[in-house]
């Protein structure tokens, strides 16, 4: 019995084991973190364009511009928007699709991608 309760804990490995895990997941959220943070604002200024009264329903280049505009203030450089963004004409308005993803090395051979989409629509009032 008291060889039992005299072995609780964790081990050197086992420790340096949880460390190596901790520490990838802390690498990885460091790397892929920025690149939400950029979809994040970039999905709030589709989001507010479409909800803008000043951008016409029907101007897919006012829409464009726009967003391209708030890619400028928020200092996001490493995006083709041209490539990004597809903005499609529909009866009564625009559809704007994000679709885009970021590749980023972890360590060795080991990249990790991150996918990002989104859709807004523009209506006429």
Avoid: C
């Amino acid at each position: 019995m008291n060889a039992l309760r005299s072995q609780q804990g964790l081990s050197l490995i086992g420790g340096l084991v949880l460390l190596v895990a901790i520490s990838l997941v802390t690498i990885a959220g460091l790397r892929v973190g920025p690149h939400y943070m950029d979809y994040w604002a970039i999905k709030k200024a589709m989001d507010k364009a479409a909800s803008d009264p000043t951008v016409k329903a029907g101007d897919a280049d006012e829409y464009f511009d726009y967003v391209g505009r708030s890619l400028q203030v928020n200092n996001i450089r490493d995006l083709d928007l041209k490539k990004a963004l597809n903005i499609t004409e529909q009866q009564g308005g625009l559809v704007a699709r994000l679709a885009y993803e970021r590749r980023e090395h972890l360590l060795g051979n080991i990249d990790l991608v991150v996918s990002f989409d989104h859709q807004a629509s523009v209506r006429a009032p």
